[in-house]
């Protein structure tokens, strides 16, 4: 296996390239998935007190959705596996929004946001620069030149 010296280096792997850190960041976030999943009220108890009992369900949903993008993300921990888990991340703290303010939701939204927007930036950086397929760049510079000979 051939060692990385930076983050968004790559290290070799049968078949495939492999970000350097994308299997501990999957781990790391499978393992709070699932400990969301199986101790949700235990969470809330540490994290957020006032989130109402009735709702540990959506602990134990988001330790769903976490279990299985992370667990994607260790069978096969590809560049755009990394991107697009970045990107499930940054919706989710996209989503809790407008319950940033709230008396009873409040404290659980901002862990949860800060969690994944954590997440994401950490998933983008490993997942290194995207790289475009010469077709998309070739389009590209045709339509370009298109343009610039209509406005002649």
């Known amino acids: ?60 949903a988001l330790g769903v959705r976490m279990l299985a993008q992370h667990a994607a993300v260790l069978a096969r921990p590809a560049p755009a596996l990394l991107r697009a888990g970045a990107g499930i991340d940054l919706l989710h703290a996209a989503s809790l929004l407008p319950f940033l303010a709230s008396a009873r939701y409040g404290r659980a939204a901002r862990v949860s946001a800060a969690v994944a927007l954590g997440s994401a930036v950490a998933s983008r950086v490993l997942a290194g620069p995207q790289r475009r397929s010469p077709g998309r760049s070739q389009r590209r510079s045709k339509r370009g030149s298109q343009r610039g000979s209509q406005r002649r």
Request: hydrophobic residues 45%.
């Open 1 to 60: 296996m051939t060692q990385s010296t930076s983050v968004g280096d790559m290290t070799s792997a049968p078949g495939s390239p492999v970000p350097r850190g994308a299997r501990p960041l999957a781990a790391t976030g499978a393992t709070a998935g699932l400990v969301l999943l199986t101790r949700p009220q235990q969470v809330l108890d540490a994290v957020a007190p006032a989130f109402p009992r009735d709702r540990a369900w959506l602990v134990r």
